[in-house]
Structure formats: C-alpha cells, structure tokens
C-alpha cells in the first residue's frame, strides 16, 4: 500500500471534529474511573493492612471521587 492509498488524512482534525470529541470524551472518562478505582483499591488495601475496613475503603472511594473530578475539572478548563 502505497502512501497516497489511505484514507487519513496527513493533517491533525480539526479541534470540533467528531473523532477529537470523542477521544476527549473517553480521556475524562477515563480520568475519573482511574481515580476512583485506584484511590478505592488504596483504601482497601490500607484498611486490610490497618484492620480498618469498610471506613479505610470508603474514605479511598471518597477521595477518588474527589481526584477524579478535580482532574475532570482540570481537563476541561474549568476555573482558568
């Protein structure tokens, strides 16, 4: 396959493309799941470890919600 036989085009999409706005979609989606998952995964941990669970972990959940947003928050420029 030659070069000039794809479809892609060569240039970046514009900013309001279709595809842009659904990777940006998918980045914030992403962001916020991680940050819960990982920030309860943390708690969990931390009550088996401390013999403090359910708390530690709801905690963990809080706190990620909180990340989560927060980085949401940041991806979207809110507050500039």
């Given at each position: 396959?030659?070069?000039?036989d794809?479809d ?6 514009p ?8 990777s940006?979609?998918?980045a914030m989606?992403g962001?916020?799941?991680?940050s819960?998952?990982g920030?309860l ?8 470890y401390f013999?403090?669970?359910p ?12 990340v989560?947003?927060y980085?949401?928050a940041?991806v979207m420029g809110?507050?500039?």
């Amino acid at each position: 396959m030659r070069e000039s036989d794809h479809d892609e085009p060569d240039s970046p999409e514009p900013k309001g493309s279709e595809r842009s706005r659904v990777s940006a979609a998918a980045a914030m989606a992403g962001t916020i799941s991680g940050s819960v998952i990982g920030c309860l995964l943390a708690g969990y941990a931390a009550g088996e470890y401390f013999d403090a669970n359910p708390g530690a972990a709801i905690v963990g959940l809080a706190v990620g919600i909180v990340v989560g947003f927060y980085n949401l928050a940041k991806v979207m420029g809110i507050g500039k």
